[in-house]
């Protein structure tokens, strides 16, 4: 896996800093360089990077198979920006603040299984996502 954080251009439906993702990956190590180097094989769409990283730039890849992204399904703007998409809206929620109510929604991300869902202010994936919705 690639530490992707000195990048800063990997968001999450529109949220950066501790929510963002930290590594990216897996890719295969085609050589060691030297003692703390090592030779990525980068897919083309990351063609700008060079693709020998130091040691501390890489973590060893120990999630399952099956909740690896392939990087042919992952979205990337024009601005070489990683975008997750929701998949589907599971639970509703009414959420009461002080003085008025917000609603929220468990949304289930594209790509990801089990565990990874979130909760998200229902009028935000209106305006964001309004496919969702009809």
């Known amino acids: ?19 963002s993702p930290r590594f990216f990956g897996p890719f295969k190590v085609l050589a060691r360089v030297g003692q703390q180097a090592y030779k990525l094989e980068l897919p083309l769409e990351m063609a700008g990077i060079h693709n020998t990283f130091h040691v501390c730039y890489l973590r060893k890849c120990l999630a399952e198979e099956e909740s690896v992204i392939p990087l042919s399904e992952i979205h990337v703007d024009e601005g070489n920006r990683c975008v997750e998409e929701p998949e589907a809206i599971l639970e509703r929620n009414t959420k009461v603040l002080r003085h008025k109510e917000v609603v929220m929604v468990k949304v289930q991300w594209k790509h990801h299984r089990g565990s990874n869902v979130t ?16």
């Open 119 to 134: 909760w998200e202010a229902e009028e935000d994936l209106k305006r964001r996502y309004p496919r969702l919705f009809k």
């Open 1 to 19: 896996m690639l530490k992707v954080s000195p990048w800063k251009g990997v968001i999450r439906f529109g949220k950066c800093g501790k929510l």
